[in-house]
T-cell receptor
Framework: DSGVTQTPKHLITATGQRVTLRCSPR?????VYWYQQSLDQGLQFLIQ???????AKGNILERFSAQQFPDLHSELNLSSLELGDSALYFC?????????????FGPGTRLLVL | DQQVKQNSPSLSVQEGRISILNCDYT??????FLWYKKYPAEGPTFLIS?????DKNEDGRFTVFLNKSAKHLSLHIVPSQPGDSAVYFC?????????????FGTGTLLAVQP
């Protein structure tokens, strides 16, 4: 158990819908990362937050947005869902989000868009 | 554009023998390389890392080798155990900035046969 929790574990929805994925970092970690793993792909970095502020952005679609709240949990919002958004979404956390820190991953949320 | 590549989707090894997992990268602007292990229905777990200024790092049964001129790194597991059966991801961190974002390969499924 990494100490990072993600809810829900599974999500099935329809195209055009909007969903929210939730992540709680390890106790004491200030930085949160979101990654997407599509079928037969590696994990693709989406976005990083540190203490409520956006720190880095990857190839995150405009239909996707995220935020980190004062209690440090984070939410990833996916809207106007398409079939291709079906994937595993992982959240990770680290203490400060800077060099050489180990990222600890949650178990992921599996999203299926029908 | 896949900057970190794991060209072997799977590898099968006998228990007690050496497992060698390979990873190639195309971008010289990485300063840190990591290996993560992933079991089904769990998030990736950090295994071992190496700085770009080193060519070898060892931790128990796990050794990572870095060949900068060939832009290649490998993970050696000796001796392999059935519990090592998992998907192994190679990851790299770009130089500079205040972010710790990682770029992942597509993973290699290791099966250790008893």
């Amino acid at each position: 158990d990494s100490g990072v929790t993600q809810t829900p574990k599974h999500l099935i929805t329809a195209t055009g819908q909007r969903v929210t994925l939730r992540c709680s970092p390890r106790s004491g970690d200030l930085s949160v990362y979101w990654y997407q793993q599509s079928l037969d792909q590696g994990l693709q970095f989406l976005i990083q937050y540190y203490n409520g502020e956006e720190r880095a952005k990857g190839n995150i679609l405009e239909r996707f947005s995220a935020q980190q709240f004062p209690d440090l949990h984070s939410e990833l919002n996916l809207s106007s869902l398409e079939l291709g958004d079906s994937a595993l979404y992982f959240c990770a956390s680290s203490v400060a989000g800077t060099s050489e820190e180990t990222q600890y991953f949650g178990p992921g949320t599996r999203l299926l868009v029908l | 554009d896949q900057q970190v590549k794991q060209n072997s989707p799977s590898l099968s090894v006998q228990e007690g023998r050496i497992s060698i997992l390979n990873c190639d990268y195309t971008n010289s602007m990485f300063d840190y390389f990591l290996w993560y292990k992933k079991y089904p229905a769990e998030g990736p777990t950090f295994l071992i890392s190496i700085s770009s200024i080193k060519d070898k790092n060892e931790d128990g049964r796990f050794t990572v080798f870095l060949n900068k001129s060939a832009k290649h790194l490998s993970l050696h597991i000796v001796p392999s155990q059935p519990g090592d059966s998992a998907v192994y991801f190679c990851a790299a961190r770009p130089y500079g900035g205040a972010t710790n974002k990682l770029i992942f390969g597509t993973g290699t499924l290791l099966a250790v046969q008893p």
